[in-house]
């Protein structure tokens, strides 16, 4: 009988100490999917706002400048922006809008200012992973300061689908390059903006 007794009371306590460490994998488990979650959370791409959204009506003429506002964010102290929606077309010829970032310094520049146009890398697939939406839009972008100092124009296309509706045409060499395209014809549309002959694209 007490060899009985000894033995329940064994089980007994192999089943208390399985039971305390289930509950503390439980609660690790549980810590875990909570960290996933919040850094999810905080990684999330931005929504792209109204600003994204062309009026509804005819399609835009590719290079149409369809509107444009301040923008400061990441922007050289010494420089204003503007981000712009404007007109352009799919690698099929299909019409659609894309944004874009324009970036020029204060300071008066001597003659026609020079217009650089950046092609970015890869930001993601997401309407949201847009360069003008993300937290730091030129953090991809080398010597922005030094184009700035010089009194160059910058303008980077976001490329469609970034920002605006998709599909984003990921690695389609030609559907990047018409946005690029119709973003500098887009900028020289911009009131208050001296640009030169020539255009510099870069990425």
């Known amino acids: 009988m007490p060899g009985r007794v ?8 192999t089943m208390r100490t399985m039971a305390r460490w289930l509950r503390v994998l439980a609660l690790s488990l549980a810590g875990v999917a ?3 979650v919040t850094a999810w959370w905080l990684a999330r791409p931005a929504a792209p706002d109204a600003f994204y959204a062309p009026h509804a009506g005819h399609p835009p003429e590719p290079g149409a400048l369809l509107r444009q506002e301040g923008f400061d ?11 712009i929606l404007y007109g352009t077309t799919r690698h099929d010829g299909t019409p659609a809008v894309a ?13 026609p200012r020079p217009l650089v146009a950046w092609t970015h890398g890869t930001t993601g697939f997401a309407p ?3 360069p003008s939406l993300l937290d730091n839009p030129f953090a991809n972008v080398p010597a922005l300061q030094e184009a700035v100092d010089k009194g160059w124009v910058f303008v980077g296309t976001d490329y469609v689908g970034l920002g605006t509706a998709g ?3 990921y690695l389609i060499g ?10 500098i014809r887009a900028v020289r549309q911009m009131k208050d903006l001296r640009l030169g ?3 510099v694209v870069w990425g």
């Not at 944004?99 to 300071?107: L, M, N, T």
């Open 6 to 13: 000894a033995g329940t009371a064994r089980r007994l306590g």
């Open 197 to 199: 002959d020539g255009t």
């Open 128 to 130: 949201g992973c847009a």
């Open 34 to 36: 909570a960290l996933i």
């Open 73 to 83: 964010r990441g922007v050289p102290a010494e420089a204003q922006g503007w981000r």
């Open 167 to 169: 599909p984003h045409p």
């Open 99 to 111: 944004s874009a970032i324009v970036v020029v310094a204060r300071k008066p520049h001597d003659g």
């Open 174 to 183: 030609e559907g990047q390059a018409r946005s690029a395209l119709d973003a």
